[in-house]
């Protein structure tokens, strides 16, 4: 078994980066939870982002998992190499978690590769919305987050936390809470508490949409102004005249707030949106030769 993080970072003459936000998970109830979460066995791969000093990495080869390390910190993947080298079913990439390509570890595998890891704070959202982008190719994703952000993934419409990243990925994953770790859980301990969360892929997502991306964009555009109602919202995707259009065809009042609506009447909205678009080309291109 690996050593805990302090006694790595005093043999490898290191401390923690806080400029890049390192924090260091000890607390080894919260690694034995999110390997159990995160379902790792013999003939799997798991993708962990940001493998830090390989504490985390270390029980996850233990389970007999193929286990791609993604980790940018140099002085840390020296570190990597050092500890967890000689390990056959360990695999290093140095390189930027947001700018990975996720799709290459599904490459051979008859099960989709599980995603689990410490995401920093301020690569919360990019993180999340570019695993987003390989939702179906991917298993779970077992991940930690800060404590706020959890509440806001984990809350329904209408209440005072939900908002428009619950919105997005709510709608093709069910979310749901792991276990809680303090701050006095890392090394250095932030000034946060954390959460670890459980997003699983949904059988059937919750209001179906050709355009995923214009999806997204009509969530932000209804969150960025949430004090209006939904159709003065909308107005920076089209004009009013448009936005009461979407309302009136997918059912829904103009009049209310954005919070209250779930992933299935924005997803009503796009719909509509998309059918405008739609016969809008059609109607250009009426009477052409």
Known sequence: MIDAPGQLLRRHGLHAR???GQNFLHAIEVHDAIVRASGARPGMRVVEIGAGLGTLTDRLLTTGAEVWAIERDRDLCTVL???????????????DAVRFD?????????????IVGNLPYQLTGPLLFKLLDHHA?????VVMVQKEVADRLCSPPGSREYGGVTAVLSRVRAISRVCAASRGCFLPPPRVDST?????????????VRDDE??????????????KVL????????????????CIAAGIDPNIRPERLGPEEF???????????????????????
């Open 196 to 208: 670890v969360i459980r997003l699983d892929p949904r059988v059937q997502v919750r209001g179906e």
């Open 18 to 20: 806080h400029s890049w």
């Open 267 to 289: 997803a009503a909205l796009q719909r509509a949106r998309e059918a405008e678009a739609e016969l809008t080309r059609g109607d250009d291109g009426a009477g052409a030769p």
């Open 214 to 227: 214009g999806y997204r964009l009509l969530v932000r555009a209804a969150f960025q102004q949430r004090r």
């Open 231 to 246: 159709s003065n919202a909308l107005t920076s995707l089209d004009s009013r005249d448009a936005a009461l259009r979407w």
């Open 102 to 114: 996720y799709a290459s570890a599904t490459t051979g595998q008859s099960v989709p590769p599980a």
């Open 81 to 95: 190499r050092a500890e967890l080298g000689d390990r056959p079913n360990f695999v290093l990439h140095e390189a």
């Open 137 to 141: 190719i991917t298993g779970p994703w």
